[in-house]
């Protein structure tokens, strides 16, 4: 018999290549196979639940790698939940309508766009988005991601919609909604209005006009003007295109106005102009102006209630007073057009000005903006300019850059439109109130969050829900054929609820007669009218997803309101959390969710966005072909996602397959060392393990409370930390490595043997346990591989967080290990030292002697020295009473870890043991087996 075969080899099918591009598909299709998700299901039945509910992608085009993040975020709280023991579902969703999707369908219909009804552009976004919801279900799918994946909820559903006009029903009845002609953010390209949500400001270079308004009041008894005086009112403006809508000048009651008289630098002419006195020098100076004389000084107040002409449209207009005016810029006298700013149009109500809006929805004058009726708004700009210059209103026009908003989608400029729209109106009810009070009692991760959405609620402005589209659920209302008259209440929204549960919302866009829609016999209450048309404004699509809450937490049978858990992007503060908090405040006064938990956005290395026009764009599914799903989860993990996060291809191929391999690696370890091993008779109690082991099992039971703890915390690159830490250091360099020599070359049923085997069972069924939320695919391959489990359930996902034993967590034993811990760092810096100088190549061939002037620490040397022994896996270790003599060693070191540790080191001239291959003080003195230590003698003699 050769010694070899005397020794305990590791024996596993799990391999070491993991195969994960082969794995992942055919792990997949078993947890399909056997209804995984349903088995979860009905173990948790009847326990607390944990309801993360899940933000709607948009289905159109390829999943970003972010969006793919954040899927597998969820995934990790959801399976941590389940795994404590909740009843957790996730029930994914997409948020079907809008207008991405209605563009995406109108560049396909090119110049046939105009002659598609609705009905048909509708059905083509319904086929449009039902197929990147499959194409997206699947990309999510194959990241691991455990869901209710037959079952998700499409805001396009009929249940979703009625769900979504029960909201509103209640938001009707309660009051909240209006309609009202008010200038909202328009994009006259894609021809809607866009929330505050979907603008994004960027720099434009524009026009920069000084224009002066001839005033048609007499001023000879505020300033020293003659009859003869042309006077004007000067005005700055970067958007010419809304003087035509000019109904007011506005200037500031307290600060000083005066009156000057230059010589025009274009018309020769002399010319006398109004404006804030502070403004008179930068302003003049600019247009050129060199010799001016002030005419008198004013406050504001005393302006109020002039007059001036409109410089190209037939009327007269009123300076009027606010305070919002600045005089940090321009003139100190503010061109007000009500229907074209919100400041404006504040102005315009409190003064009872018209709301005028010129513009139509593509962006051409109408007949209201006199001479320049019937142009574009983009070439009236120049051709106003040309205008007030002919004419000399024009003082002075430049070019200038400011920050101005632009279309999410198109990223043309937007401009302020009046038009007539559906607002949800704040301060009715105390809405803002009653929702910022509902943010304090939301748990928000970062903290920081409460603040942002708070001062976005704070400020926000009422909530117009109204859109100029197709694609979407149409706002309930009706119009009297005879008087105009509106009509929506509770009662007409709950009829046409009950037609939209039935057939959905495509029957609001057939040819119908509105009365399918109302209650019998409803008539006009101005007219007695009993003909209706119905609305054709649809819902902001922001309306329809915050109200999932209603339509998917509070009507699915799995679910429950208000959630636990809504965790998204940090952009989400202005979408999908505020626009659910504040139907859900409105309608049933509960925010939606518990906690709020936010990730920053994943950039490429360089901290740039990624798109596909740059190139460094990342989708999901080229994610998982290149790196695979356990590797971008590992990833995903490893991240600090409070913080914007950058990706970079090297990285994870190389840090992630790496953490990957050392983390597979130990469990390999571990399975391969157990396969003669069996509980129930092999077991080795608690009192009767070594030290060592004992050790190994304090380490891992904190290394359970602290992964735990991290995600509590949702510190979830402090799992990773955690658990890569535990594998490469107490397991991979200090524990395993010692282990070997025991495991292998001990007689297979040695105490000391079956207590390492005990022990490493146990780690690794806790171990496989806290990497199952992450690495879902390798846990179960582990899993499988277990032949003796502590849970009777046949995918690790059923089975329960690891709960330590009782006895583990050892505080006297954990202080002790962390002297031994240090002494072993001294020993490896003094065997490091010899290795440098080639004198041993590896621990085993040194012979090492230890004394420490510390009467503590020599006490514990001499009291662990078998512990030691193992640990250090040196030739022979040597605890002396004195002080080592350098002469006798060939180095000596002092400690570092320990400065009273001198660790003196030597070649070791002991002979090989030809079964361990340790050099060893015992070998050759068996007559029978020379070549052998004392251990191997006894082990090969048992065997024998
Ligand atoms: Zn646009
Ligand atoms: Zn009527
Ligand atoms: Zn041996």
Known sequence: MSYKDTINLPDTDFSMRAGLSELEPRMQQKWDEMDLYQKIRDAREGRAKYILHDGPPYPTGDLHIGTGLNKILKDFLVRFATMRGYDAPYVPGWDCHGLPIELQILQEL???????????????CREHALNFVGIQKEQFRSLGVMGDWDNPYLTLNEQYEAGILEVFEKMVERGYVYRDLKPIHWCYHCRTAL??????????VGPSIFVNFPMESDVSDLFDVNADDDVNVLIWTTTPWTLPANLAVAVHPKPSYTAVRYEHPNTGQSTVSIMA???VDPVLRNAGVEDYERLGKVKGTELEGLTYRHPFIDRSCPVLLAHYVTLSEGTGCVHTAPGHGAEDYQTGLENELEILSPVGERGYFSDRAGMFAGQHIEEADDNIINHLVEEGYMLDHSKETHSYPHCWRCHSPVIFRATDQWFVRMEHNELRKTALE???????VPNWGEQRISNMVEERPDWCISRQRSWGLPIPA?????????????ETVASVREVFAEEGSDSWFEDNDASKFLPEGTTCEECGGTSWEKETDIFDVWFESGSSHNSVCRKHPDLDFPADMYLEGTDQYRGWFQLSLLPSVAAWDSAPFKTVLTHGFVVDEEGKKMSKSLGNFIGVEDGVDEFTAEILRLWTSSVDFRDQISVSTD??????SDAYRRVRNTFRFMLGNLSDYDPAKHAVDYSDMTDFDRWALD???????????AFEDYQLHRVYTLIHNFCAVQMSSIYLDALKD???CSGPDWTERRSAQTVLHRILLTLVRLIAPILVHTAEEVWSHIEHKDEDVESIHLAHWPEPGDEWLNDELHERWEKIIGVREDVMRAIESLRDRKVVSKSMEAVVSLWAEDESLQKLLRDDKDTLTELLMVSELTIPDERPSEEDFEETYSGETHPSLVVAASPSDHEKCARCWNLLPTVGQNADHDDLCERCVTAVEEQQ
């Not at 380490?699 to 703890?709: G, S």
Request: hydrophobic share 35%; aromatic share 8%; with cysteine.
């Open 478 to 490: 009706f119009y009297c054929e005879d008087c105009g008259n509106v009509l929506l209440t509770a």
């Open 699 to 709: 380490e891992t039971a904190r290394l359970v409370d602290q992964v735990t703890k």
């Open 438 to 444: 509902a943010i304090k009692d939301v748990d928000w």
């Open 277 to 279: 006195d502070v403004a």
């Open 651 to 656: 990285y994870i191929q190389k840090n992630m």
């Open 742 to 744: 025991r495991l292998y």
């Open 195 to 204: 929330a505050e949500a979907e603008l994004e400001y960027s720099d434009i």
């Open 110 to 124: 090119g110049d046939e766009r105009e002659d598609t009804a609705r009905r048909e552009i509708r059905r083509m």
